[in-house]
């Protein structure tokens, strides 16, 4: 097994790997450090599936199975850059294009009537979703933006969006019948089994056996009814016409792939309800699914005459609708992994409240968030900037997180134990001794979910949030609710354990709305918070405040403190990544900023000197820091538009400001004779590199794939830089 583990992934993050990755190879190889590679791509996740549909030369080992292995030991150095959560949507288009390649993968059932069907359908749904995370996060979450990336935010403040009093934007979430006011919790006293069963009037059905759960775990149970929601939906389809604004559903349809899609689908059978009313039974017959979105759906009818006439007369009485390209006419409602909430929000309210509506302006929006278990984060944070204006990034403090991941923690975890109700009954979850540990009765189309939280990875949570606190003396709150079930059996553990440690003075416990405006107050005056938070809320809040103090959540500092002792280290978020594939398409220009990637080098070679001993990693760890502070110093991070330095010069600053770290540093002599003539050969080839590098761009760019590009087009056209390429090699 390689030093450190660099993972292969998927859209813009993989093509900046083409580019960066040779040079971190070329450079680490000096210090005696390997570095591999593991694919969790989508794609390397399709093909790992099905060996026995593929050619022998065609198939591909488990990398995801196998890192899943390696993050349970003290080996693991894993640099995970972001990888596909795959909507439906998104798992068939992959599924198309490498059958489109040669690969004889079977179709994606979406409705599998055969026994053989339905277990091409498991296999696939396995992949669906937050199928990468849960695996190897085999620890809990330090999120911060490093120092020189704060630092560079307030030197050079990014753009924000007013805001008004008078700003019609607001939140809507539901008032009752919702995940969070269902919810249910219980610590458990003992080792146990479970299975979850539906009881109706015709008998009782399995829905899952074989659970199994340590003693102190927190298990939740809790169900969103259909009717609630779908009421819920037509008073704000009607409320947003009302108000004048933009209708916007924000949801998390990749990550809750069970869950959300189906919310999703409601959202687009409500929008459309006059359609589906008169037209169900044909939209039925032409493979119409609300859950796959308006955009298949649209597909799917084009050519009826009627139905189309009755769609646009539809739109054209609802309100307008926030889109995600205005100019293409791709709605909020097309594809449930277009808008995904831990951006799309953070996004909007950045811009002052502002979404793009079809006329191609900016107006207030309705955001339409159902579940209320988060929504009010997103509300306060609204009103807060409706009362105190925008924030100013030159002067922001920082909002750092700790956040309970380990082990599947919590929601992201729920996927095997979330369903769509198929008929009224009682949904119990039963012990193996008998007991009914959770119940709720339910009507056909309500969605039912347990999720649970280990003892280990909660007591790791809670003493990771107090190593974090002492070093940095801020204030540190744990984002829980008491008067929510689940937060609740939380908080019985956090208290007695800061008590025990005799810190208890030193943390606040507040409801994440209360949470949310404290944060904000904090940051406004300057100073720095630590938000302590469950998982779901960690993805979100690391996307928000980012955003908000940094202009981007792809820079922030991830490490995650795996807790048999490796590391895992990730480099930001990736969900605007594929606007940044299809520019380099068609313009050949990749604006993703690797800056993320740079600070996670950093720390996995510090990592590897520390669990190894192996003091020349440190140094490359220390030039690397170096290094990423001579790309924010001279601005050197790539730009947005076509013709100006994009991702691949970003690189060759890097690795010249590396080189040249290492060249000047005398901590060891070896490593700067070693790199004083790629510091000097980089220097000299400065005009010839960055011409090669320019010249490019402008034309579309052939990569021979989108989910599954082919490495030889993709090498040309990441590394087109001959003088670069002879250097690195």
Known sequence: MSDIIYTKVDEAPELASASFLPIIQKFAAAAGVSVGTKDISLAGRILATFP????????????????????????????????????????????????AQGFALPDYPESPATDAEKEVRAKYDTIKGSAVNPVLREGNSDRRAAKAVKSFAQSNPHRMGDWTADSKTKVSAMSGGDFFSNERSATLDKDTTAKIVLVTDAGETVLKDGLSYPAGTVVDATFMSADALQSFLEEQIEQTKADGTLFSLHMKATMMKVSDPIIFGHAVKAFLAPVFEKHGDAMRDLGVNPNSGLGDLLARVKDN????????????????????????????????SDVIIDASMPALIRAGGKGWGPDGKEHDT???????????????????????????PATAGTVQNVG?????????????????????????????????????????????????????????????AIDRQKAEGCSAIFWLDAARAHDAELIAYVKP?????????????????EATRRSLEIITEGKNTIAITGNVLRDYLTDLFPILELATSAKMLSIVKLMNGGGLFETGAGGSAPKHVQQLQEENHLRWDSLGEFCALGESLTFLADSKGNEKARVLGQAVDAATQGILDHDRSPSRKVGEPDNRASHYWFARYWAEALAQQNSDADLAAHFAPIAKALAEGEEAILSELAEVQGAPADLGGYYHADPAKTADVMRPSKTLNAIIG
């Not at 309705?366 to 409706?386: G, H, L, Q, R, W």
Request: hydrophobic share 40%.
């Open 52 to 99: 026995e549909h593929l050619k022998e030369d065609q198939r591909q080992s488990d990398d995801l199975a196998e890192l899943g292995q390696l993050v349970k030991t003290a080996d693991a150095n894993v640099i995970k850059l972001p990888n596909i959560s795959a909507s439906v949507p998104q798992l068939v288009a992959a599924i198309k294009e490498l059958q």
């Open 404 to 464: 309970l991941m380990a082990q599947k923690a919590e929601e992201y975890g729920s996927h095997p134990t979330t369903f769509e109700i198929a008929e009224a009954g009682t949904v119990k979850m039963i012990l193996d001794d008998g007991t009914v540990l959770h119940q709720h009765k339910v009507e056909a189309g309500d969605i039912w979910r347990s999720a649970s939280a280990r003892k280990a990875p909660i007591e790791d949570w809670v003493n990771l």
């Open 305 to 336: 005459a009627a139905i189309m006439a009755d769609i646009d007369a539809t739109m054209a009485a609802r309100p307008p609708m926030y889109m995600v390209n205005s100019d293409k006419g791709i709605t909020n409602l097309h594809v449930s």
């Open 366 to 392: 309705n955001c339409v968030i159902p579940d209320n278990s988060y929504a009010p984060v997103y509300d306060e944070t609204i009103k807060f900037f409706k009362e105190n204006g925008k924030l100013n």
């Open 497 to 513: 354990i800061l008590e025990a440690k005799g810190v208890a003075d030193k943390f606040e416990i507040m409801a994440p709305r």
